[in-house]
């Protein structure tokens, strides 16, 4: 096909450590559906199925390395943990940082309107680079160069995650020594009506309790229990994290 962006495919090529045995896999990877529209190429196709196939090995590749990463967790914070290095954002971040973004193929109206640019393209292809690699070699293969283009997960999820977390972190301050299941929340009372009520939640160390808050809600209230027992246990330890 004409209009291949050489010099950028080989750039992200090096920057996967992978050189494509089948380069049209990779070229369907970055062919946007609007680089078809402008030239009437039906029988060439775009992305889009790429992205669905990228889409499971990703969901895959990362459920496997954050279930041994996270030996304690459950599969909640699991589920939580892999929305977080899947959402849309995240992932544009990686086509930007891999230089997927200077590979697309899009149509001249799509390329002037910012189409190079825009959140949703960078996320399909994305997705569709990862199909495309898994078809081009194997699991073992996609897994190796997926993981080392996310790096440290757990730097990742760090930059990520909400900063005020207070469960989780009182959740990851205490796991390792006492258990997932080490906390218990505890609902100690409700007042005012019902279109303010206050609730006042204990938090548990498996029996030792550890603080109390109040909120107009069940989850704001076990925030603030959350809350005041990091304190506490920050003071039992003499003030070090």
Same mark, same amino acid.
């Given at each position: 096909?004409?209009?291949?962006?050489?010099?950028?495919?080989?750039?992200?090529?090096?920057?996967?450590?992978?050189?494509?045995?089948?380069?049209?896999?990779?070229?369907?990877?970055?062919?946007?559906?609007?680089?078809?529209?402008?030239?009437?190429?039906?029988?060439?196709?775009?992305?889009?199925?790429?992205?669905?196939?990228?889409?499971?090995?990703?969901?895959?590749?990362?459920?496997?390395?954050?279930?041994?990463?996270?030996?304690?967790?459950?599969?909640?914070?699991?589920?939580?943990?892999?929305?977080?290095?899947?959402?849309?954002?995240?992932?544009?971040? =990686?086509? !930007?940082?891999? &230089?997927?973004?200077?590979?697309?193929?899009?149509? +001249?109206? #799509? /390329? *002037?309107?910012?189409?190079? @640019?825009?959140?949703?393209?960078?996320?399909?292809?994305?997705?569709?680079?990862?199909?495309?690699?898994?078809?081009?070699?194997?699991?073992?293969?996609?897994?190796?160069?997926?993981?080392?283009?996310?790096?440290?997960?757990?730097?990742?999820?760090?930059?990520?995650?909400?900063?005020?977390?207070?469960?989780?972190?009182?959740?990851?301050?205490?796991?390792?020594?006492?258990?997932?299941?080490?906390?218990?929340?505890?609902?100690?009372?409700?007042?005012?009506?019902?279109?303010?009520?206050?609730?006042?939640?204990?938090?548990?160390? =498996?029996? !030792?309790?550890? &603080?109390?808050?109040?909120?107009?809600?069940?989850? +704001?209230? #076990? /925030? *603030?229990?959350?809350?005041? @027992?990091?304190?506490?246990?920050?003071?039992?330890?003499?003030?070090?994290?």
């Amino acid at each position: 096909m004409d209009d291949l962006p050489s010099a950028p495919l080989a750039a992200l090529q090096r920057r996967l450590n992978y050189s494509f045995r089948h380069p049209e896999l990779l070229d369907r990877a970055v062919t946007h559906p609007s680089f078809l529209q402008d030239r009437n190429a039906e029988k060439v196709e775009n992305y889009q199925r790429l992205e669905f196939l990228g889409d499971a090995v990703l969901q895959l590749v990362l459920t496997e390395r954050l279930y041994a990463l996270y030996p304690e967790d459950r599969e909640g914070n699991l589920s939580t943990r892999r929305s977080s290095l899947v959402r849309g954002v995240f992932l544009v971040q =990686l086509a !930007r940082e891999t &230089g997927l973004d200077a590979c697309l193929r899009m149509g +001249l109206s #799509e /390329e *002037a309107s910012g189409g190079r @640019a825009k959140a949703g393209a960078l996320e399909d292809a994305f997705e569709a680079l990862i199909g495309a690699l898994f078809l081009d070699s194997d699991y073992p293969t996609a897994r190796r160069v997926l993981l080392a283009v996310y790096g440290d997960i757990p730097a990742r999820l760090a930059a990520v995650e909400p900063a005020d977390n207070p469960k989780g972190r009182l959740q990851e301050s205490i796991h390792l020594a006492h258990g997932v299941n080490a906390l218990r929340y505890e609902v100690v009372s409700v007042a005012g009506p019902d279109h303010a009520r206050v609730f006042e939640i204990e938090v548990f160390l =498996l029996e !030792r309790p550890l &603080g109390r808050g109040r909120g107009s809600s069940k989850k +704001l209230a #076990e /925030e *603030a229990a959350a809350r005041t @027992a990091l304190i506490t246990l920050e003071k039992g330890s003499g003030g070090k994290s």
